[in-house]
């Protein structure tokens, strides 16, 4: 696949930050990986597994990962597959093809318990993998997770605005996606249609449903410390989806909704997110 500027400079930075980039040969699938481990000397902390959202690849988290190795936590991100630099299934992606994809590939990767964070998609699949192998995950941070949909209305709403088929239709995305979109985000619609117009992408929007998109298992199904984070001004999500996912948590979640926070923490806020992550893993 063409990998556009943009990206082209976020895999420049995650291999200047010292990862090392893997490409994973699955059954069905390539997929595109960067590792860093942690540092010689110091405490053992668990592996940060990072993953992102709709549309979206591994280097969009490129501004928190960096804190976190410095801090001494080895961590890996991925792309998803018809995401980034993985490439299309070899079958249609669906949300379940997805999801099958996903786990095969966590299964592989993990051998030791990591502590998951997904943002937006990478929510749901995370919190999914998590309720389903909890045995495998020691802990589990939830970025506006895409789940919680009960409104007809609303997820038909969202997937009229997903239709991304404009440059002007890209830059009311991204406004949505940042608190406060930064001046350049008119430069990085040209990236947006691309993203949104490969394959998979494609086919994962016109295979999913508000039913899918409901609750991926329930949360309270894993014990394990859970951290749910759900920005004041997500424009992205509607709002009921989170009063909706509060309804089903278990005791164990705690839920932070923190101010000048939209869909995507780690663009809004990376220093603060990757901060809190680092407590969390360490607490």
């Not at 440059?167 to 608190?179: E, G, I, N, P």
């Amino acid at each position: 696949m063409t990998m556009t500027l943009a990206n082209l400079f976020l895999d420049f930075r995650l291999r200047r930050m010292g990862f090392s980039k893997h490409l994973e040969i699955m059954s069905d699938c390539q997929i595109n990986s960067y590792f860093k481990a942690a540092p010689a000397v110091g405490p053992a902390l668990p592996l940060l597994v990072l993953v992102h959202g709709l549309s979206a690849n591994a280097g969009h988290y490129h501004e928190v990962v960096g804190p976190l190795s410095r801090a001494g936590h080895p961590v890996l991100l991925f792309d998803l597959p018809g995401h980034g630099q993985s490439s299309d299934l070899a079958h249609t992606l669906t949300p379940e093809s997805l999801y099958q994809a996903f786990k095969k590939f966590m299964d592989a990767k993990l051998p030791e318990r990591p502590i998951v964070i997904g943002n937006s998609l990478g929510g749901a699949l995370s919190w999914r993998y998590s309720s389903e192998n909890p045995d495998r995950v020691a802990g589990l941070i939830l970025l506006s997770p895409g789940v919680g949909f009960e409104n007809a209305d609303s997820w038909a709403a969202l997937q009229s605005f997903l239709d991304i088929s404009s440059h002007k239709k890209a830059r009311a995305m991204l406004r949505r996606t940042f608190y406060r979109p930064p001046f350049y985000v008119p430069l990085l619609s040209s990236s947006v249609i691309q993203a949104f117009r490969r394959k998979g992408v494609q086919e994962l929007l016109a295979h999913s449903s508000l039913s899918a998109l409901r609750f991926p298992g329930e949360l309270s199904l894993y014990p394990g410390k859970t951290l749910l984070i759900w920005g004041k001004q997500d424009f992205f999500l509607p709002r009921e989806n989170i009063e909706n996912i509060k309804k089903i948590i278990s005791p164990n979640v705690q839920v932070e909704e923190p101010e000048g926070v939209s869909h995507c923490p780690q663009f809004d806020q990376p220093k603060r997110l990757a901060q809190r992550i680092s407590d969390f893993a360490r607490g």
